[in-house]
């Protein structure tokens, strides 16, 4: 599946952008600020969740637009859009043919994965981004893993806030809280474990290459007996345990170190190899490969590893998306959709298939 035609209405720097792109290579070159990433993000609200960015939905809305924004694509025969109304900046609205869907049933018609600078650092940062990533991951294998982790999420703060009231407790809530955070926990866990060990059967079958190899495991995350921990998790203001707490543990395989030790080209490398990887088990799992989304990543990797790079994407098919300050970091690149990006439009470029 690709994105076909993607508009853009009063997002970010753009007040109306049209794009129609080929199913292949995606490439959006500019200036530094041009607005580049903007549309891949643009391209992560089609997939449920905050986009690439993680950012609120009210910051982005257009300074000096109407107050809302909408971001529209086709997917061959199939319409869908996202954004947010004037005067309700932080709800969401999903259409799927026009007709009103929930934010969480994007993943039946499209996965979208992305790499963007800000992720360089997911190895030695805190585990939440790492369970972000994670979760990412599963979603492209398992679209009602964003359900049952909203609820999750959900009920354990309700109970947290419960917990930290004055006075006896509603055990009755309590209870029904803690039943159904185990219910959607332990299809969280599940999930986690399963994409975790397709994943790990994926990576040990990829040929040595230019991209490190990774070794990958889940720790903690287990759901947890909750009535036994009321005390103690209203002590702490909130719930110490269960799979809001589990991290990826990625160790760097040839040199048996943790993925957070090693330098940031190998944990570029690393991060690299995860994504393609996951894309080829995505692809075989559910007969469609997930769009990628790749900021600004020819511009960390030497001439060598950026051959090896889009040799590797050109041979699996699919749409991907890359973004560069200049046309000549993609030398070579073969057939694909150019755009040129700034003074808040986007608009097509000749093709630059024989640079270098």
Do not use: W
């Given at each position: 599946?690709?994105?076909?035609?993607?508009?853009?209405?009063?997002?970010?720097?753009?007040?109306?952008?049209?794009?129609?792109?080929?199913?292949?290579?995606?490439?959006?070159?500019?200036?530094?600020g041009?607005?580049?990433?903007?549309?891949?993000?643009?391209?992560?609200?089609?997939?449920?969740g905050r986009g690439l960015r993680g950012a609120a939905l009210g910051e982005m809305a257009r300074r000096g637009g109407q107050g809302g924004f909408a971001v529209a694509a086709r997917l061959g025969e199939i319409d869908i859009g996202?954004?947010?109304?004037?005067?309700?900046?932080?709800?969401r609205q999903v259409r799927i043919n026009g007709a009103p869907a929930s934010a969480n049933s994007l993943s039946d018609w499209l996965s979208v994965l992305w790499l963007t600078p800000a992720m360089d650092r997911l190895f030695a940062d805190a585990a939440s981004g790492r369970r972000r990533f994670l979760?990412?991951?599963?979603?492209?294998?398992?679209?009602?893993?964003?359900?049952h982790s909203a609820r999750y999420e959900a009920a354990m703060r309700a109970r947290n806030k419960l917990l930290g009231e004055e006075g006896p407790w509603d055990e009755a809530w309590l209870d029904a809280l803690?039943?159904?955070?185990?219910?959607?926990?332990?299809?969280?866990?599940?999930?986690r474990a399963?994409?975790?060990?397709?994943?790990?059967?994926?990576?040990?079958?990829?040929?040595?290459g230019p991209f490190a190899r990774a070794l990958i495991a889940l720790e903690g995350g287990a759901p947890a007996p909750l009535a036994a921990a009321r005390a103690r998790d209203a002590a702490a203001?909130?719930?110490?345990?269960?799979?809001?707490?589990?991290?990826?543990?990625?160790?760097?395989?040839?040199?048996?170190?943790?993925?957070?030790?090693?330098s940031t080209g190998e944990q570029k490398a690393l991060l690299i190899g995860l994504i393609l990887a996951h894309a080829d088990l995505v692809a075989e799992r559910t007969q469609r490969r997930p769009v990628l989304l790749l900021d600004e990543i020819a511009a960390h990797l030497d001439p060598r590893r950026r051959r090896a790079l889009f040799e590797r994407l050109g041979s699996a098919g699919g749409q991907v998306w890359m973004t560069g300050t200049e046309a000549g970091l993609f030398a070579g690149i073969g057939a694909a959709s150019w755009f040129d990006v700034g003074g808040g439009a986007v608009r097509p470029a000749a093709a630059r298939a024989q640079l270098g």
């Open positions: 599946m690709a994105v076909t035609r993607l508009s853009l209405t009063d997002f970010r720097s753009y007040a109306d952008a049209l794009l129609a792109p080929g199913p292949g290579f995606v490439i959006l070159t500019g200036e530094n041009a607005g580049k990433t903007n549309v891949l993000e643009a391209v992560s609200l089609l997939s449920p996202t954004g947010t109304a004037p005067g309700a900046p932080e709800r979760d990412r991951l599963v979603l492209a294998l398992r679209p009602d893993h964003a359900m803690e039943a159904r955070m185990a219910e959607h926990g332990a299809a969280i866990a599940e999930a399963v994409t975790i060990a397709a994943l790990a059967e994926r990576l040990a079958a990829v040929p040595e203001g909130r719930t110490l345990a269960g799979p809001h707490r589990a991290d990826l543990l990625v160790t760097h395989q040839a040199k048996q170190q943790p993925a957070g030790l090693c």
